[in-house]
């Protein structure tokens, strides 16, 4: 055997053996790529019935630079070291060391050509000959199937090769004989022994082959036995399942007709996890989350039979909800508190906790129960339809703070991060109403829907407000309207960070600071706000806390932008420990629960459960009084939950309709149009005298471009100097004081310890006597 026979046998023998897999392959091969570079080194991969080449090994992970399809690929072979492959007009000419590598690489592709043409025509054959039902049931029968067929098919392949090399084999040995001279049976003695090394490899390629095919066959036999006993089981269980469910369908048809129940021994609904027939035999939505009764032989029920049950509107993750009518609970509730029952006396169904009134999106405003001082803009200017590369822009921004890159006015909307801040405001009437309440339970669930209210403006707002100047500030003086005035102030700038004062005659203080962290990922945006949110009602003093959760815009780069709300907040009530958690639910293509949900549950300070919270944070939220609670229900990932029996929902909150002409609009609410309608007597650092927000509004964009600019730097210029007289100061050896806000002053916490900027007071007074001398110049 010559020596470029016994390296190429080297390094080729292990292609074939391999794990039955013949038809994959890996290696150097060198490409014809032009008449001035010739022949070039190239890493080819063969797998799939494609066959892929990369300049390095290190490509695969990223660059592919080219790929053939050899189901319709044409395989020729040129002299003794060269395959032509040739589809769709393009061809790949490759040169191999030796006959006997060349051989194996054509080999290869013939099986992996072969497997490619028959797995075509399984998937035409297969597509619309079985419902859509079974196919799902069927498919990894099918698949199986496929697999031993195509291992078949290798195997008459590999006869085919062994055959074929045989003949040439038998050939060369017949020329052996008749051979005379000496250097002519060197020859073909060497001739003998290529075909002997190309015989040995197939044969070897096709015993792996029939190897594995028996150890495939007896693996998926024992699978197909676990298989049928599995599905025997099943079926058994479906069967009482089906069984019990009848049962209770009789059951609930008698209390409908008010006629009384039959007794049975146990009456369940299953979980849906069981089998997917049950959502669509009961006609439910929750797959996993069903509401169960259970009367145990020879104890008291814990419940009537005649109570209906039903699926909560959307499940929480934690817990399971079940509605009871609240006629049939003060009959039957024998083991409810004495304060739970007389709650449920007062739950009226027909009374709404917080409802909107009837009136169009027009004229919102006019039918408030609060007369106007003043007639607000109800339009802006439409939004201009400008274009702009957002790629080119943002392709250098990837990994880095928000705030920190320069962005044009295009992506922006014509607010500040200040006055967005202020649209927290959006529904004060639900604060309003916490205020009147006198049960801390249910002042917690109008605090809670306050807090997921504030999500309900961002569903379409997608646009970036303007990054607030160090010192700016915004007012919303709605004293005489709505009883509320609210003071912001841009604090910090790197880290940007704003502080939030709210007074409110109707009994309640809110205030916050709250720092914006933002990365921008390449395809989605994350931006999480950090800092405590804290409101205090003047009555009773109940004093609450809790945090914004991770907002995401998604499809930065390519496809329509998009935004959603993900995390939890705990709200805490530091007086008389109440807490309730929301969990907001993030988007997921394979969840069946609606889009942008929240659930959570309000507790006293031992854990009670007192109300149940669920909706969406952009349309509506309710809650329901729990009546009961126990610790029967199972999920489907075999975690035991809690099942709150609670009293029909009420409407908390629902979202207030957009203006008409949103979309033009930058899909602002009847709060945020107003938000930069020009007042007068405000500071002289008010975001609605920013000059570039202004022109932004009014559609002179490239004029606001440049006005952008001009303000940055000089902030920017700003801050130099301030840096500078700092150094200076500490030459010198003095003190030099920080920037320090002109509104608020940094205060440790009392309760959490936290220091925080609060509102130190003096702007309102300041307003009054016209006096804004302490106010920097940053216009």
Not at 102 to 119: D, F
Not at 472 to 489: A, I, K, M, Q, Y
Request: some cysteine; proline content about 4%.
């Amino acid at each position: 055997m010559s020596e470029a026979t016994r390296e190429a046998v080297s390094s080729a023998g292990p292609a074939l053996p391999q794990a039955a897999n013949a038809d994959t392959r890996r290696g150097w091969l060198h490409k014809w790529t032009n008449y001035l570079k010739g022949y070039q080194r190239r890493w080819f991969v063969l797998s799939n019935g494609l066959l892929s080449y990369y300049r390095t090994q290190a490509e695969m992970a990223h660059t592919c630079r080219g790929t053939i399809n050899l189901a319709t690929a044409h395989i020729d072979v040129e002299d003794a070291c060269i395959i032509v492959l040739s589809d769709s007009g393009r061809t790949y000419y490759l040169k191999l060391s030796s006959e006997v590598e060349r051989q194996c690489w054509v080999t290869a592709l013939e099986l992996a050509k072969s497997k490619a043409i028959r797995m075509r025509s399984n998937q035409s054959d297969d597509s619309g000959d079985e419902e859509p039902t079974s196919q799902s049931d069927k498919s990894e029968l099918y698949t199986t199937l496929r697999t031993l067929a195509s291992k078949l098919d290798d195997l008459s392949q590999c006869n085919d090769l062994i055959a074929k090399h045989g003949a040439a084999l038998q050939r060369s040995l017949s020329e052996l004989e008749t051979l005379k001279l000496p250097a002519e049976s060197g020859e073909k003695i060497k001739a003998v022994t290529e075909r002997a090394t190309l015989f040995r490899i197939t044969s070897n390629a096709m015993i792996n082959a029939c190897r594995d095919f028996l150890e495939l066959a007896e693996t998926h036999s024992r699978k197909w036995q676990r298989a049928l006993q599995y599905e025997r089981e099943q079926r058994l269980r479906l069967e009482e399942t089906i069984e019990q469910l009848a049962k209770q369908h009789n059951s609930l048809e008698r209390a409908c007709r008010g006629a009384p129940a039959l007794p049975s021994s146990s009456t369940e609904l299953s979980n849906a996890s069981k089998g997917s027939w049950t959502d669509s035999w009961l006609g439910k939505r929750s797959h996993c989350l069903k509401a169960r009764t259970r009367l145990v032989k020879g104890e008291t029920s814990d419940e009537d039979e005649e109570t209906e049950y039903f699926d909560a509107m959307e499940s929480a993750p934690d817990f399971i909800t079940v509605t009871t009518d609240p006629a049939e609970h003060r009959r039957t509730g024998s083991n409810v508190s004495a304060t739970s029952s007389e709650q449920t006396e007062t739950w009226n169904l027909d009374s709404q906790g917080f409802e909107l009134p009837h009136h169009a999106s027009s004229s919102a405003s006019a039918s408030r129960s609060v007369k106007l001082n003043r007639k607000r803009r109800t339009h802006i200017p439409e939004k201009p339809n400008y274009s702009l590369n957002l790629w080119s822009i943002m392709k250098n921004c990837i990994g880095k703070e928000l705030s920190k890159i320069p962005m044009p006015v295009n992506f922006n909307e014509p607010l500040s991060m200040l006055q967005r801040l202020t649209e927290d405001l959006e529904y004060h009437e639900l604060l309003d109403k916490a205020a009147q309440c006198e049960n801390p339970a249910e002042q917690m669930c109008y605090v809670a829907a306050f807090s997921v209210s504030s999500y309900s403006t961002t569903i379409h707002r997608t646009a970036k407000p303007f990054n607030p100047l160090l010192g700016e500030t915004f007012e919303l003086d709605r004293l005489v309207e709505s009883g509320f005035r609210s003071l912001c102030e841009q604090v910090s700038h790197h880290p940007p960070a704003a502080a939030h004062h709210v007074y409110s005659k109707c009994g309640w203080t809110l205030w916050q600071e709250i720092t914006i962290a933002s990365k921008f990922r390449g395809k989605y945006l994350s931006i999480m706000p950090l800092g405590a949110i804290h409101l205090q009602f003047h009555s009773g003093r109940n004093h609450y806390m809790w945090r914004k959760v991770t907002s995401t815009v998604h499809n930065i780069i390519v496809g329509k932008l998009w935004i959603d709300q993900s995390g939890d907040i705990d709200i805490i009530n530091f007086k008389t420990k109440d807490k309730c958690q929301l969990k907001f639910s993030p988007y997921s293509y394979f969840s069946r629960d609606c889009a942008r949900k929240v659930t959570g549950v309000v507790t006293d300070r031992e854990g009670k459960a007192n109300y149940i919270l669920s909706g969406t944070w952009d349309e509506k939220m309710e809650f329901a009084k729990v009546v009961q609670s126990s610790q029967d229900g199972t999920s489907c990932e075999g975690k035991q939950k809690t099942v709150y029996q609670t009293l029909p929902p009420k409407v908390l909150w629902r979202k207030y309709p957009l203006p008409d002409n949103a979309e033009n609009m930058y899909y602002f609410s009847e709060l945020a149009l107003t938000l930069n309608e020009k007042e007068s007597m405000t500071a002289p650092t008010d975001s609605r005298l920013r000059p570039d927000q202004r022109l932004m509004e009014n559609g002179d964009w490239e004029e606001a471009n440049v006005e952008k600019q001009r303000l940055e730097e000089k902030q920017r210029a700003t801050r130099r100097l301030r840096e500078a007289e700092a150094v200076k100061a500490l030459e010198e050896g003095r003190d030099c004081d920080a920037y320090k806000p002109v509104w608020f002053q940094k205060k440790e916490d009392p309760i959490t310890g936290e220091e925080m900027y609060v509102y130190k007071g003096g702007y309102w007074e300041s307003k009054e006597a016209q006096d804004w001398n302490l106010c920097p110049d940053i216009y």
